[in-house]
């Protein structure tokens, strides 16, 4: 099928009253998630991903893309007004955003950051429509050993693109995949670490862990906590919005390479919108003719990360719709959320469900122009929002959380679980253990292990055969490139100077 | 040793302890072989691993020794406490009371993690949830809970 094929069949899917109001739905609890410190798209997606049972699959992963993609445009409304992150991804905005805000350019500042995030996203988009037809039509070639390793990648290149430690890092993905073991073994039905629990042999729920791990242990952090200060920004006029022309001239070239640089990133198995922020700040600074601006409020500063981030989250797509493995942990969830349906990510998602893969690519179109709308001219009713003493709204996401574990299974025992874990996260986040990659090893567990034993089937018990099919071997190769970059401590040691603030 | 090189080496030792109580209990499962790997190998690879990066942590905790620490704010154990005996609350009572005094007692609970309270402002919260919840989850997904009594 032809991409004009693909797109007309897309807009007869998004343009359906019910896809466009679930991708309304989607980008404007998005966009409020996003806005609202304490509460990230994680979150939310977990949240909602019980209610999406009654739904339509394609509806369903419309809504929860929407919610993705929307929490990215929120998320610099708070590290503007308020210094305080409104997702972790936009943590790098803070720098120029606050500064511009305490200038009294909060506007123009909101205004830079919509279209930033605009041509980002727009800009990635493009790139999925051209890539991941084209990538899943050649992972259609991969046997085993080929999958195995790209999933190795995916998860090596998860742990070892993070700022902290990259012990800590790979640590917890391995930890994840421990967690994935959890359970009933498919291939023989062994119990394994389920200690008698009945409860257990289905193994933990994603939505429990997920929630658990970043729900309950962000409300840990920030309950209790005083409250940031807002910096006072009166009525928001239209007028106060529109950059100059030299302002436009100023954004334009920071914008482009933040999208290319996202889209990079965010394609990546494993590497999240955290990074691609991070990297666009650090190379904006870097190529800057007055880097002394920045921290003080340069346009570049916020435009860059802005547009990075929007690109990186639309980019994950690629290799989630086209391989099956999730290019971050949010898009992970989104992963089980489609198991969930009963559609399996992967390289046949393009044939089998056509109207599926161009509906949902052709709904980020839609939710983009939508958001576009919902930060703009109605940029005053968020910024009210955050006025609302958020931490009004710590039990109501505890409320939801306990209801949402639990109406996956009708059972109680979700609930302990997503405690436990939400301790375990909170203690974690505490002694800097990254908790990212715990999910991504936990859904991708299963799939490592099974294509390992099914690769050692095949090959009859040969290591050698992962490095024998020369896609494998390059995915091998690759891997052993990041694991190398990590023991190569002055690649580090630069990184991390250019890098001030970790974000993840 | 005192508390400070205590919590420095712990979380590595946590690590190391998690990876060999793992394989531990991989190695009660069949682990096969190569050619036809059972359902402990794969375990007991991942808790060697883990066991491994452990002792990673250990030793950049020991390369660290030295690095002033980090000022570490105190331990929040009032909010800790109060998550987990709210959460706690709400999994016990909410089949046996109902969803909405379930969920009151939830917002009691957490209101202690905070320094002070506004009972005005919680019980808008209250009924905000006792509505909201109620219609989306009781009665719009049909969980098998009751607003008020038993289920």
Redesign the interface.
């Known amino acids: 099928m032809d991409i004009l094929h693909g797109i007309e069949l897309g807009l007869h899917t998004a343009l359906t009253w019910h896809a466009l109001l679930y991708c309304l739905i989607g980008v404007s609890v998005g966009t409020f998630v996003g806005v609202l410190p304490g509460i990230g798209a994680l979150a939310a997606i977990s949240l909602a991903l ?2 999406t ?2 739904l339509d699959p394609t509806d369903a992963l419309i809504m929860l893309a929407g919610i993705f993609y929307g929490a990215q445009y929120g998320g610099s409304t708070a590290s503007i007004l308020l210094n305080l992150p409104g997702t972790a991804t936009a943590a790098i905005t803070c720098l120029d955003g606050y500064p511009l805000a305490q200038q009294g350019k909060a506007p123009l500042a909101i205004f830079v950051t919509a279209i930033n995030s605009f041509v980002g996203s727009t800009f990635a988009i493009i790139l999925v429509m051209g890539f991941a037809p084209l990538i899943a039509e050649f992972a259609l070639k991969f046997g085993a050993a080929d999958y195995f390793a790209v999933i190795l990648l995916g998860l090596v290149a998860a742990s070892t693109m993070t700022l902290g ?1 990259p ?2 890092a ?2 917890m993905v ?2 994840g ?2 967690l994935g ?1 959890v359970g009933t ?1 498919v ?2 039905g ?1 119990f ?2 389920t200690f008698g629990v009945f409860e257990l042999a289905d193994g933990f729920s994603i939505v429990a862990l997920a929630m658990g791990l970043f729900g ?1 242990a962000e ?3 920030n ?2 906590q005083p409250a940031g200060v807002m910096q006072a920004v009166g009525k928001i006029r239209f007028r106060d919005m529109l950059p100059t022309r030299k302002e436009w001239k100023v954004i334009t070239w920071p914008t482009l390479r933040g999208s290319a640089i996202g889209s990079f990133v965010g394609a990546l198995p494993g590497t999240g919108p955290g990074i691609a922020s991070l990297m666009a700040y650090a190379v904006e600074k870097r190529i800057s003719k007055h880097p002394e601006t920045f921290g003080k409020g340069a346009l570049e500063g916020i435009s860059a990360p802005e547009a990075a981030n929007n690109a990186s989250v639309q980019a994950a797509f690629i290799p989630t719709l086209s391989l099956g493995i999730p290019g971050d942990a949010v898009v992970a969830v989104l992963m089980g959320a489609m198991i969930l349906h009963g559609i399996t990510p992967g390289p046949n998602l393009i044939n089998e469900q056509p109207q599926m893969f161009w509906g949902l690519i052709m709904s980020f179109w839609v939710g983009n122009l939508l958001l576009l709308v919902l930060n703009i001219p109605l940029i005053g009713m968020w910024v009210k929002l955050l006025s609302v ?1 958020y ?2 709204l ?3 996401v ?3 959380i ?2 949402g574990v ?2 996956a299974n ?1 059972n ?1 025992f979700d ?2 679980v ?2 436990g874990f ?2 375990l996260g ?1 203690l974690m986040r ?4 990254p908790a990212t990659p715990v999910l991504l090893g936990f859904i991708l567990g299963p799939l490592l ?1 099974e294509n ?2 099914r690769a ?2 095949l090959s ?4 050698m055969v992962f490095f024998e099919s020369p896609i494998s071997a390059v995915f091998m190769g690759l891997s052993l490139l990041f694991i190398a970059s990590v023991f190569l401590p002055g690649l580090r040691a630069r990184l991390s100077r250019r890098a001030p603030k970790a974000s993840e | 040793m005192n508390r400070h090189l205590i919590s420095h080496y712990l ?1 590595g030792a946590i ?1 190391v302890a ?1 990876g060999l109580a ?1 394989a531990l ?2 190695g009660t ?2 682990l096969g ?7 402990g ?3 007991m690879v ?2 060697v ?2 066991a491994l ?2 002792l ?2 250990l ?2 905790a020991f390369a660290a020794r030295r690095a002033a620490a980090p000022p ?1 704010q105190p ?2 154990w ?3 406490l ?3 005996a ?3 609350a ?3 009572s ?2 046996r009371i109902g969803f909405i005094p379930a ?1 009151c007692l ?2 009691a609970i ?2 202690f ?3 002070q309270r506004s009972w005005p ?2 019980a ?2 209250a009924l ?2 006792a509505v909201f ?1 109620s219609i ?2 009781i009665w719009g ?1 049909g ?3 009751n607003t008020f009594g038993a289920s």
């Open positions: 019980p209610l049972y009654y430690s012990f800590k790979l640590g391995v930890f995949l421990a073991m073994d291939n023989t062994q394994r670490f309950v409300i840990i952090a309950i209790g003493p931490r009004m710590y039990p109501c505890l409320i939801f306990c209801l639990y109406s009708n109680v609930i302990f997503v405690l939400g301790i909170y505490r002694t800097g253990f292990e390992f034993r050692m089937l009859k018990g040969d290591l | 979380p690590v998690a793992i209990v991989a499962y069949p072989s190569l050619l036809r790997p059972g359902p190998f794969f375990p991942v808790a691993l883990l990066l452990g990673g942590v030793g950049e570490q331990f929040p009032r909010a800790v109060c998550t987990c709210a959460v706690l709400f999994a016990f909410v089949e969920a939830l917002i957490t209101a993690a905070e320094p402002r919680l808008i919260v905000f949830i919840g989306v989850f997904l969980l098998p809970l």
